[in-house]
């Protein structure tokens, strides 16, 4: 049993993509599901799709990982964990960071649901930083 789920999440599209595979399964939550939906969206990941559990449970989240043609190197470059169980990070609309001056995306939880930090601007809320991508 791990004590932080988010970063059990991110950990695994990180080895996943070190060891080269093209799709990894994670267990699902919605907080998951969201963050992925995110990625897609964003274009760090080419497809994704939530497969429910015969047994009632969440299910998984199978990802299609995406790599560049050419180089054949992952287009996640870093993707990083910003708040943690042991120390939350929490910031206001003004105070949320940008991630390799706007090329990445920083992943907040706020009121509004998981949203981007972009449309966090947008919307001039704050919230919970979940991780950045890049």
């Known amino acids: 049993m791990y004590t ?18 093209r799709i990894v399964e994670i267990p699902a939550s919605n907080l998951k599901k969201k963050i992925t939906e995110i990625l897609y969206d964003q274009g760090f990941i080419s497809k994704y799709k939530f497969e429910a559990d015969a047994f009632g449970g969440q299910g998984v989240i199978k990802m299609a ?43 907040l939880s706020t009121p509004k649901g998981v949203i981007t930090d972009k449309e966090a601007r947008r919307l001039k809320v704050g919230g919970e930083l979940i991780c950045s991508v890049s």
């Open 4 to 21: 932080d789920p988010i970063s059990d999440y991110l950990t695994r599209v990180r080895n996943a993509q070190a060891a080269g595979h």
């Open 65 to 107: 990982l995406k790599y560049d043609p050419i180089t054949k190197q992952p287009i996640i470059r870093q993707i990083k964990r910003l708040s943690r169980p042991g120390l939350r990070a929490y910031a206001g609309s003004s105070e949320i960071p940008r991630t390799m001056s706007g090329l990445g995306v920083t992943i």
